[in-house]
Each structure stands twice: as structure tokens, then as C-alpha cells.
């Protein structure tokens, strides 16, 4: 398997590339703006929504992605919620692909642009490769290990933060954390930093690896929100860790909150308030 997976990261990049184009073509694309109320459904609450895009998106990327790489699994967003067994893949030995059909699907309810499609390739729990893909934007990020990220083709170096300014953080929605990730993450109410409320995760790692964003500090661990962004923006000279000090494993079980930044000071200063507020 890692004989053929060698060559597949060779060879065919690429075609993800377009399976992701044709999946979102095909399912979201079609449905944005045009969502009958039946079509909409909420999974934990009115922040957590699930739409019938989602589900077909991730049924084609399922089938093509498992055919650009037999013996790879997937572990997508609505295939856990039905069957949370599957997640169990990401500690096995196959290839996983981990697929969020349409994150930031709040924003694509309410006809807001700001949603993606995120998809990354795994084995053993270190990311290969992934792909962001924002259609309404007409966006589309890839990283690969070791080989850097780029936007539609272009570079993409996340730099460091001017000096002097305040630091803008996006952080995870009070409805997703637990009072102890409440105080850690109200460590952050300092003068310099600038914390906002995330939207599509997806493009908020995006928006660090483009310079954009300064950091994230989220308290929820799902693999698929966080799998290709975090390769995005390593490949993009940012850096990454939990509470705990380590690097945030996919397949869960991590200090949080967590934090991705556009560089290893920026890093260093968020955690650190985070500490202080935990």
C-alpha cells in the first residue's frame, strides 16, 4: 500500500483536485440560495446544521476519492454522525481521506459565500496532502508535505504580524465548548488581541496561511474541520499546538482549546493566554 500511495502522491494529485471541483459542481453548487426548508436540518442545534448538499457531496467525493486510491478509507463528517465507528480509521493502517462536504454550512443556509468543501489525505495519522475549495469564491488551496500550499495556483507564505497592531483571533462558538475552554479561551480578552467568533473553519486556517488572519483557538477536535487547514498552514510557514504543548492529533484526544498561527511567536503568545485563562 505505501508502494502505491507513493505514487499516487506522484501522480495524481491533480485528479482530487478535480473530484472536488466536480463533487461541488455537481451537489452544493446548484443548492446555494436555492434550499427548500425541508432540505435543511439541525443536527445538535441551530448552529449545528446539516443540508441535503452535505449529504450528497459527501456520498460522490466518498465514491470518487475511494476509486482515485483503492484500499483508502474515508471518514467524512455526515458518515460519522451515523455511524461514529468509523472515526475509529484515522488511528488504523490505510489511507484515510477526511472529508467535510460543506463546512460552514450555517453560512451556506443563509446564502453567505463563505462556506468550502475540505478534504485531506492521512496515513497513521500525519497529513499527506489536502485541498480547501470555496466555489462561491472561486477559491481553491492546496498543501502538500513538503512541497508548500498555494491559492489558485499562487504561493502562499503566511508571514508574521505587523508590529504594534492587535492580534485578530478567530475562536470557537460558545455553543461548542465546556466552561473550563470558556475561561481558558476568555484569557484571550487582553489588550492587543482582537478575538471574534470563527465562521467556515475552513477559511479561517486559509485566511491565516494568506496573512490574513493572525491565529485560531478553537475547543472543538472533529478531524475533518481541522485536518486540512492545519496542513495548509504549516505548508504556508505557520505553526500549531494544543494546550498541552503537543501537535493536535487527528485522531483525537487532545488538551484543548488549540491554536494555529501565522508564526511560532504569534503561537507562543495565544497559548499563553489560554494558559493563564484556564
Not at 89 to 117: K, S, Y
Not at 260 to 265: F, I
Request: hydrophobic residues 45%; proline residues 5%; aromatic residues 6%.
Amino acid at each position: 500500500m505505501i508502494e502505491e500511495l507513493e505514487v499516487f502522491l506522484a501522480d495524481g494529485l491533480t485528479e482530487v483536485e478535480e473530484a472536488v471541483r466536480k463533487a461541488a459542481a455537481a451537489e452544493i453548487v446548484p443548492r446555494f440560495r436555492q434550499l427548500a426548508a425541508h432540505e435543511i436540518v439541525e443536527k445538535h442545534g441551530p448552529h449545528d446544521l446539516v443540508t441535503v448538499a452535505d449529504r450528497r457531496a459527501e456520498e460522490h467525493l466518498t465514491e470518487s476519492l475511494g476509486r482515485l486510491l483503492p484500499g483508502s478509507v474515508v471518514v467524512g463528517e455526515e458518515a460519522v454522525h451515523a455511524d461514529p465507528s468509523i472515526y475509529g480509521a484515522l488511528g488504523g493502517e490505510a489511507p484515510v481521506w477526511i472529508v467535510d462536504p460543506v463546512d460552514g454550512t450555517r453560512q451556506f443556509v443563509h446564502g453567505d459565500p463563505g462556506f468550502c468543501t475540505l478534504v485531506a489525505l492521512a496515513l497513521r495519522g500525519e497529513l499527506l496532502a489536502s485541498w480547501t475549495y470555496a466555489p462561491a469564491l472561486d477559491e481553491m488551496a492546496v498543501a502538500i508535505r513538503g512541497g508548500g500550499a498555494r491559492l489558485n495556483g499562487e504561493r502562499l507564505r503566511s508571514g508574521s504580524p505587523a508590529e504594534g497592531g492587535a492580534l485578530e483571533v478567530a475562536t470557537s462558538h460558545p455553543d461548542f465548548t465546556t466552561d473550563d475552554q470558556k475561561r481558558a479561551l476568555l484569557g484571550l480578552q487582553v489588550p492587543g488581541v482582537d478575538p471574534r467568533p470563527c465562521g467556515s473553519a475552513g477559511l479561517e486556517y486559509l485566511a491565516i496561511a494568506r496573512g490574513e488572519l493572525d491565529a485560531i483557538a478553537f475547543s472543538w477536535e472533529n478531524a475533518w474541520d481541522h485536518a486540512a487547514g492545519l496542513l495548509l498552514v504549516a505548508e504556508a510557514g505557520g505553526a500549531q499546538r494544543t494546550l498541552g504543548g503537543e501537535p493536535f492529533r487527528l485522531a483525537g484526544g487532545n488538551v484543548l482549546p488549540f491554536s494555529a498561527a501565522r508564526d511560532e511567536v504569534t503561537l507562543d503568545r495565544i497559548l499563553g493566554l489560554l494558559s493563564a485563562g484556564a
